[in-house]
Antibody, heavy 117, light 107 residues
Framework: QVQLQESGPGLVKPSETLSLTCTVSGGSISSYYWSWIRQPPGKGLEWMGYIYNIGTTDYKPSLKGRVTISVDTSKKQFSLKLSSVTAADTAVYYC???????????WGQGALVTVSS | DIQMTQSPSSLSASVGDRVTITCRASQSISNYLNWYQQKPGKAPKILIHVASGLQSGVPSRFSGSGSGTDFTLAISSLQPEDFATYYCQQTFSIPLTFGGGTKVEIK
């Protein structure tokens, strides 16, 4: 059974960079799309981007320039960096496996990141 | 971006009721539409993939239908554990987008 677990700081200061890591266990990290999705408190879901294999990425256009997703296959981890954060970036951040047209089939439990000074 | 619009945004229903939720895409997405269930404090869970495919382990009271721009999620007989928020999501094009959600509450 594939399991994902997010880790990283729960508090980030405005204008700084948010960094999260997702560790994948119970399955291969190769040949799938690995994605980040966020959910502001009380609001809906927003796809941020994904990475495939070593380095093919795609990002939500409105976040381009601020978001970077990378992968370390040796550690079975993929990471999110979001720069120049503001209070609007406060959200629960989920990592998830994107299985193509069948959708997001495995999710982490989510990590709340608060942007505040 | 393809906009996904769900209706209603919330509904109240009783155990045993049949419930339907609709999702409309701003352009045709063929059948590239998935449905998720999210309970408070938990990650979403996929229920239906490619419009009508029941995900393994999901009870058969859940069903999906539609193609093009209009889709429906139905729950044939609402159970206590079904009170949650439901989201549709398109996989037709990047950026992947979700509907705004439908909260199903106890009447």
């Amino acid at each position: 059974q594939v399991q994902l677990q997010e880790s990283g700081p729960g508090l980030v200061k405005p204008s700084e960079t948010l960094s999260l890591t997702c560790t994948v266990s119970g399955g291969s990290i190769s040949s799938y799309y690995w994605s980040w999705i966020r959910q502001p408190p009380g609001k809906g879901l927003e796809w941020m981007g994904y990475i495939y294999n070593i380095g093919t990425t795609d990002y939500k256009p409105s976040l381009k320039g601020r978001v970077t997703i990378s992968v370390d296959t040796s550690k079975k981890q993929f990471s999110l960096k979001l720069s120049s954060v503001t209070a609007a970036d406060t959200a629960v951040y989920y990592c998830a496996r994107y299985n193509g047209y069948v959708g997001f089939d495995y999710w982490g439990q989510g990590a709340l990141v608060t942007v505040s000074s | 971006d393809i906009q996904m619009t769900q209706s209603p945004s919330s509904l109240s229903a009783s155990v045993g009721d049949r419930v339907t939720i609709t999702c409309r895409a701003s352009q045709s997405i063929s059948n590239y539409l998935n449905w998720y269930q999210q309970k408070p404090g938990k990650a979403p869970k996929i229920l239906i993939h490619v419009a009508s495919g029941l995900q393994s382990g999901v009870p058969s009271r859940f069903s999906g239908s539609g193609s093009g721009t209009d889709f429906t999620l139905a729950i044939s007989s609402l159970q206590p554990e079904d009170f949650a928020t439901y989201y549709c999501q398109q996989t037709f094009s990047i950026p992947l987008t979700f509907g705004g959600g439908t909260k199903v509450e106890i009447k």
